[in-house]
């Protein structure tokens, strides 16, 4: 099995991946170990002085002001853990955990927090053995950390709470560890606060994202095609001259990305010769690519702030390379949270300018020459009257999770932490916005080939032609009588999530952009 190492420098985004999706191994770097050892030196002597320092020998937030004795400070750290470990409601996705415990474990191993390396130990121990802390989807306003998510993770270490095994199946924290032979930690000065503040959730949550818009982008160029050839429409919008003179990136890709698809196309071009004639294709057809690319270079200022803050040492108070231990405010999720809550406005448009496509090839005024809804035989079949219905529900529900999390804020810990960043609540709802933009391309996918395959005598491009024998091979049928719908579209979708779309056009077009 894959192993990711981890240094004192950051991870990428695809580690990530590799551990949260692919449950690969982790292992902590000699000089993790190295710098681990040599902060904790510093925590120590801190430890050992009487004055006090935040998280090493006060409370924390609102009652930090308290100087808390040796005697009483493993206690403090286990109560910080317990109390903060009050999240309610569903479970979190296991990937979304491992993400959680994994970036956690690298901003401890870059020598910043004053962990001790046994405890950065146990953590990539509990990775490894498959163990996943339950966490609960409330309980983090994306500052000072993911708090309550971190806690339930941190409460797993200390062998307490609930988590689920390898096997899926819940139980006691204590008894999968000790199935495991992973001794449970305990805290000592600073460890707790050290296991809690971070951004490690949204961060999470963000990476995954990108990766599934990064294939749905890319599907989403393959069906705007496939919805312009099922239309009769002119590919000569897509020529690279025209979008070279306004030289947005993500807008020259996406048409190259059509076009690459188009070419050899036997149905493009024929927008003048129909029974209603146009000069030019409607929007949601001809501006494909602007609002797409728009969405492409959306996504690629989301991977800039992820890179940054994958580079991150995220912490309150945060060990210096001079031995200073110093509070500050890196824990603010404002700049995770602004680009989530960013691609959600940006997958809330993606979405609705293919349900307008979609819209388009059903209605027999503005199809040119499709039978109604795509019908068998209208009136007595319906055909996808009601997939649209389905389709538009989903675009009405993305507009409102394009709604910005990140605009609100809420007091919390006696006005101490008096304003947040909401940066959870944005990457949990970009997260149904991104499963529900797979749906709405599903649908316009299932429209597109069945409008293609309808245009008898006309031949559709090459790739667009694997794209509907993968559809159909995936077991999504094609045109005829009215049937159980509902199993068509869930294929299709399981399709469009698989990257089936992309996987099927490339042989033909090469490397989509």
Request: aromatic share 4%.
């Amino acid at each position: 099995m894959h192993t990711v190492v981890v240094g004192t420098s950051g991870t990428t985004a695809q580690d990530v991946i590799d551990v949260a999706r692919g449950n690969a191994r982790v292992k902590l770097s000699d000089d993790a170990v190295a710098a681990l050892a040599a902060a904790r030196g510093i925590v120590d002597a801190l430890a050992a002085k009487p004055e006090p320092v935040y998280g090493v020998s006060t409370g924390f937030g609102a009652l930090a002001t308290r100087h808390i004795g040796q005697d009483l400070r493993a206690q403090l750290q286990r109560n910080i853990v317990r109390s903060h470990a009050a999240g309610m409601g569903p479970r979190v996705e296991r990937e979304v955990v491992r993400a959680l415990m994994f970036l956690r474990l690298k901003t401890v191993a870059s020598g910043h927090t004053g962990v001790r390396p046994e405890v950065a130990r146990t953590m990539a121990d509990v990775l490894n053995a498959g163990i996943t802390p339950v966490v609960h989807e409330y309980g983090s306003l994306g500052c000072s950390g993911d708090l309550a998510p971190l806690s339930h993770c941190a409460l797993t270490l200390m062998g307490e709470g609930d988590a689920e095994g390898p096997d899926g199946t819940v139980r006691p924290a204590g008894e999968l560890l000790a199935e495991a032979g992973i001794a449970p930690v305990e805290l000592r000065e600073k460890e707790g606060l050290a296991l809690l503040n971070g951004t490690d959730g949204m961060l999470g949550m963000l990476l995954m994202a990108l990766a599934d818009l990064d294939t749905l982008y890319k599907t989403a160029d393959v069906t705007a095609a496939l919805s312009l050839e099922a239309l009769l429409g002119t590919a000569k919008v897509l020529a690279p001259e025209l979008h070279a003179i306004r030289p947005h990136p993500g807008q020259g890709a996406a048409a190259a990305n059509m076009a690459a698809v188009l070419r050899g196309s036997g149905l493009t071009g024929h927008f003048q010769e129909d029974e209603a004639p146009r000069v030019q294709d409607a929007y949601s057809v001809r501006c494909a690519p602007q609002v797409a690319g728009a969405g492409r270079d959306t996504l690629a200022h989301a991977r800039r702030v992820a890179e940054y803050e994958l580079a991150a040492a995220v912490d309150n108070p945060v060990v210096l390379p001079d031995g200073r231990v110093e509070s500050n405010g890196n824990f603010h999720g404002a700049p995770v949270a602004y680009v989530l809550d960013f691609l959600a406005i940006a997958v809330a448009d993606l979405a609705s300018i293919a349900e307008r496509r979609t819209d388009r090839l059903l209605d027999k005024n503005r199809s040119h020459g499709l039978p109604p809804f795509l019908a068998g035989d209208a009136g007595v079949d319906s055909g996808l009257m009601i997939a649209q219905y389905t389709q538009a529900a989903l675009v009405s529900e993305l507009k409102r999770l394009a709604v910005p999390a990140s605009a609100d804020s809420i007091p919390s810990s006696a006005m101490q932490e008096d304003h947040v960043s909401m940066g959870w609540s944005a990457a949990r709802k970009l997260r149904t916005a991104v499963g529900n933009l797979a749906r709405v391309l599903a649908v316009e996918l299932y429209a597109a080939t069945r409008g293609i395959e309808l245009r008898t005598g006309l031949t559709p491009a090459p790739a667009s032609a694997a794209v509907i024998g993968a559809l159909r091979a995936a077991g999504v049928e094609g045109p005829g009588p009215d049937r159980f719908l509902a199993p068509d579209l869930a294929a299709a979708d399981a399709f469009v999530r698989a990257g089936g779309v992309v996987a099927a056009v490339e042989p033909h077009t090469g490397p989509l952009l």
